[in-house]
């Protein structure tokens, strides 16, 4: 996901820290595991992408959400398997 991440940062021109994009995607992912016990994923998941997309249309012009969106539908992702348990 930090690729897709830095992918779209730099699609936007932005050059983000390697140990601050780090800190916070750690800092948001933790957040979003914790929900996840509580929520099922698929509304954890909607929940961050409408606050992502506010955000982005509130501090970027046309063209550059365009072409984040853009960039976002042409990347893929890796799931994410949440570790389970093994009961002997």
Known sequence: MIHLIRKILLALKMAPKDKDLQEIYNRIFDDAMTY???????????????????????????????????????????????DTETLH
């Open 36 to 82: 996840m016990d509580k929520f099922p994923p698929q509304m954890v998941a909607a929940t961050y992408l409408a606050i992502a997309m506010r955000l982005y249309k509130t501090s970027l012009t046309p063209e550059e959400y365009e072409t984040m969106v853009r960039t976002i539908m042409e990347t893929e992702v890796t799931p994410y398997f949440k």
